[in-house]
């Protein structure tokens, strides 16, 4: 079991005292009707290539204009047409949500990026010399849980399980650690399960009520919740899925997403993730210096690089997400204050590629041709690695 959502890097803490930078005039295109309809087609090009049903789109930057727009169905069963409004789940993008809950601790001097794991969960491999920094950095050398062949069979046995964050954890730690903590950069949901259990632990509160009281409410969030069960508000896209037993494509709209839990559960939509864009890239919860250490963003790959739960590609800050039938991008130029978010209802790679980085890819071409949203492609030989939830 794979992780998909392997993005790369981070950027910038509470209200800043220094204004941001004035957008630049070559640092993004004029959303006129020519280029809008060069948009239009882009979008409906990479739908075609990697076979999405439905995605929407939201992109702006200050005196260039707004682009939104959504294409395809919702749900493919009655031809209901993809719109703007509707919830969709967003997969590793929850992983934003839980590092800022822990940094706005660090904040607080309740807990230190450098404090060890051991000191507030038991039994970590090496927990006492993985630094919460280490986790958040994706640095700590621990399995990943979704990539144990035992989970894989659990979860795609019964969809609709729920898993505990303890159950998740022993999956990852019946393996020996990769690598030794600080080695080498390894996207794990691992690293993200601990670090919500962390916040619990300080908080006193479950992880789901701290982020909305302390993240989701103050970033002005009214369509955003980290559920505890299967439940979906209504509207919602419907989500499509060859991550199943069998290999065939299931509607895994109703799926239980605990098992992402920390990691991946997360609920929003195409206007509350626009202004998450800006939120978590500028820092407006954090204080300047403790988003500063977010956004420092050892480089990963050529031209990305990923920080505090948060990554840089080519100068766009944020995170995308792909979990069984959904995956998003939520990213933020600073040079430019530009928000681009998108948002569709399958995670079946093209290629072993993501969709979500196709149309980032392709979006950004036009719009940011200096900013080009580019994650490095499997080599053409190698075939895909098992199927497996991904966050």
Same mark, same amino acid.
């Given at each position: 079991?794979?992780?998909?959502?392997?993005?790369?890097?981070?950027?910038?803490? %509470?209200?800043?005292?220094?204004?941001?930078?004035?957008? $630049?005039?070559?640092?993004?295109?004029?959303?006129?009707?020519?280029?809008?309809?060069?948009? !239009?087609?882009?979008?409906?090009?990479?739908?075609?290539?990697?076979?999405?049903?439905?995605?929407?789109?939201?992109?702006?930057?200050?005196?260039?204009?707004?682009?939104?727009?959504?294409?395809?169905?919702?749900?493919?069963?009655?031809?209901?047409?993809?719109?703007?409004?509707?919830?969709?789940? /967003?997969?590793?993008?929850?992983?934003?949500?839980?590092?800022?809950?822990?940094?706005?601790?660090?904040?607080?001097?309740?807990?230190?990026?450098? !404090?060890? /794991?051991?000191?507030?969960?038991?039994?970590?491999?090496?927990?006492?010399?993985?630094?919460?920094?280490?986790?958040?950095?994706?640095?700590?050398?621990?399995?990943? =849980?979704?990539?144990?062949? !035992?989970?894989? !069979?659990?979860?795609?046995?019964?969809?609709?399980?729920?898993?505990?964050?303890?159950?998740?954890?022993?999956? $990852?730690?019946?393996?020996?650690?990769?690598?030794?903590?600080?080695?080498?950069?390894? =996207?794990?949901?691992?690293?993200?399960?601990?670090?919500?259990?962390?916040?619990?632990?300080?908080?006193?509160?479950?992880?789901? *009520? =701290?982020?909305?009281?302390?993240?989701?409410?103050?970033?002005?969030?009214?369509?955003?919740?980290?559920?505890?069960?299967?439940?979906?508000?209504?509207?919602?896209?419907?989500?499509?899925?060859? %991550?199943?037993?069998?290999?065939?494509?299931?509607?895994?709209?109703?799926?239980?997403?605990?098992?992402?839990?920390?990691?991946?559960?997360?609920? $929003?939509?195409?206007?509350?993730?626009?202004?998450?864009?800006?939120?978590?890239?500028?820092?407006?919860?954090?204080?300047?210096?403790? %988003?500063?250490?977010?956004?420092?963003?050892?480089?990963?790959?050529?031209?990305?690089?990923?920080?505090?739960?948060?990554?840089?590609?080519?100068?766009?800050?944020?995170?995308?997400?792909?979990?069984?039938?959904?995956?998003?991008?939520?990213?933020?130029?600073? *040079?430019?204050?530009?928000?681009?978010?998108?948002?569709?209802?399958?995670? /079946?790679?093209?290629?072993?590629?993501?969709?979500?980085?196709?149309?980032?890819?392709?979006?950004?071409? /036009?719009?940011?041709?200096?900013?080009?949203?580019?994650?490095?492609?499997?080599?053409?030989?190698?075939?895909?690695?098992?199927?497996?939830?991904? $966050?």
């Amino acid at each position: 079991m794979t992780d998909p959502a392997a993005p790369v890097a981070a950027f910038t803490g %509470q209200p800043s005292p220094t204004p941001p930078p004035a957008p $630049s005039d070559t640092e993004f295109a004029e959303l006129t009707p020519a280029v809008t309809a060069k948009l !239009d087609a882009a979008v409906q090009r990479v739908m075609r290539q990697a076979n999405v049903p439905g995605v929407m789109v939201a992109l702006s930057a200050p005196g260039k204009g707004t682009y939104i727009r959504s294409f395809g169905v919702a749900d493919k069963a009655t031809g209901a047409p993809m719109n703007p409004g509707l919830y969709m789940r /967003i997969g590793s993008e929850t992983k934003t949500f839980t590092v800022t809950a822990l940094l706005e601790l660090v904040d607080e001097d309740e807990v230190g990026l450098d !404090d060890t /794991i051991d000191k507030y969960v038991d039994g970590v491999p090496n927990g006492d010399k993985i630094t919460l920094r280490q986790l958040a950095g994706m640095r700590s050398g621990l399995f990943n =849980y979704t990539a144990d062949e !035992d989970f894989f !069979d659990a979860f795609t046995s019964d969809p609709d399980q729920p898993f505990t964050p303890e159950q998740l954890l022993a999956y $990852s730690f019946k393996h020996p650690v990769n690598f030794q903590p600080g080695e080498e950069f390894e =996207y794990s949901n691992t690293n993200t399960i601990l670090l919500g259990l962390v916040v619990e632990k300080v908080s006193g509160m479950p992880l789901d *009520e =701290y982020i909305d009281e302390n993240v989701v409410q103050p970033a002005g969030l009214r369509h955003t919740l980290f559920p505890t069960d299967a439940a979906f508000p209504s509207p919602h896209a419907h989500g499509y899925t060859n %991550q199943t037993a069998s290999g065939d494509v299931e509607d895994a709209t109703d799926w239980n997403p605990s098992w992402g839990w920390a990691a991946g559960a997360m609920i $929003s939509n195409l206007q509350d993730m626009r202004t998450w864009a800006r939120v978590v890239a500028t820092g407006t919860l954090l204080s300047p210096e403790t %988003q500063a250490e977010r956004l420092e963003a050892p480089q990963t790959v050529p031209g990305s690089g990923y920080g505090l739960g948060i990554f840089d590609v080519q100068g766009w800050i944020g995170h995308n997400g792909s979990l069984p039938g959904y995956e998003s991008l939520t990213v933020y130029l600073p *040079e430019a204050q530009a928000t681009l978010v998108v948002l569709l209802n399958t995670d /079946i790679l093209d290629e072993g590629v993501e969709p979500s980085t196709l149309f980032g890819e392709a979006i950004t071409r /036009i719009v940011t041709p200096d900013h080009v949203f580019d994650l490095p492609r499997p080599p053409a030989s190698a075939s895909p690695t098992p199927a497996s939830p991904s $966050s």
